[in-house]
């Protein structure tokens, strides 16, 4: 936690904000602060400043908190990501909010397992979590939006084009002929399969609404290595 993400319901005050739980055993243990210190914390979907620790007990964080800077610019990029098995999908929605993805649209694909969907962590409340933690571990107060599809055809053929209109279009698929490009200028648009690939009829659906099929050399990353050496090709570090 590079940031303590604050939500309008902990303030007490128009300056003043309490933390209990995570964040307070964050502060206890990591940071070790004590009263008086100053710890980076931002307004979610806000600015970004610091909090002065006016009281610190075990059970909460008294904060005066003054809100400076804002916060990063946005990653301009739509991931198009096949659902992830569950165990995995924690980690890329937190490695995907770290990164700087607004814009998560969830899909189901031939390969993506039913039970995929079954998952608690697709929950509101859970979702919200792990996007909590990836923005603070960036220190990023705008929460991406997730999306979730569980029909590939009808989101191909009737809200894929729409969302590419204006992006570079890409579908990360092994073994096509174009590598993928590197610093890329303006928005993109990028499609990730499942673990088991998108199928042949997948990636026909994906380039006839206007995607380009790319690789990344012969080795076979997983999702969640897949992902942010594909955000690191396309962009800049201080995009
Ligand atoms: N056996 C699957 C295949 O050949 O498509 C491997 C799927 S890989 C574990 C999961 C996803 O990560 C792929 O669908 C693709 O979007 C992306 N990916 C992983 N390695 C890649 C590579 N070398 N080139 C392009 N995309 C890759």
Not at 121 to 127: D, H, K
Not at 181 to 195: F, K, M, S, W
Request: hydrophobic share 45%; aromatic share 6%.
């Amino acid at each position: 936690m590079n940031l303590a993400l604050l939500f309008t319901e902990d303030f007490v005050a128009a300056d003043h904000a309490l933390l209990a739980g995570r964040r307070l055993a964050h502060l206890h243990s990591v940071l070790k602060a004590t009263e008086g210190d100053l710890v980076p914390v931002g307004l979610v979907d806000g600015e970004m400043g610091t909090g002065r620790v006016l009281r610190l007990t075990e059970t909460e964080a008294l904060l005066q908190v003054k809100l400076t800077d804002p916060p990063p610019a946005p990653l301009p990029l739509t991931l198009v990501l096949a659902m992830p098995r569950p165990k995995m999908f924690r980690r890329v929605l937190q490695t995907c909010a770290t990164l700087g993805v607004k814009d998560i649209w969830l899909v189901n694909s031939y390969k993506v397992e039913k039970s995929f969907w079954q998952t608690p962590w697709l929950s509101e409340e859970n979702l919200r979590e792990n996007l909590v933690l990836g923005l603070e571990q960036a220190r990023d107060t705008l929460m991406p939006r997730v999306h979730i599809r569980k029909l590939f055809k009808p989101f191909v053929e009737d809200e894929l084009p729409a969302l590419l209109k204006n992006t570079r279009a890409l579908v990360a698929h092994p073994g096509t002929s174009s590598p993928c490009p590197t610093h890329i200028e303006g928005p993109a648009t990028l499609c990730v399969g499942p673990e088991g690939g998108f199928i042949p009829y997948e990636v026909d659906k994906l380039i006839e609404a206007g995607c380009e099929a790319v690789h990344l050399g012969s080795r076979i990353l997983r999702v969640e290595t897949a992902v942010p050496v594909l955000v690191s090709r396309l962009f800049d570090a201080g995009a």
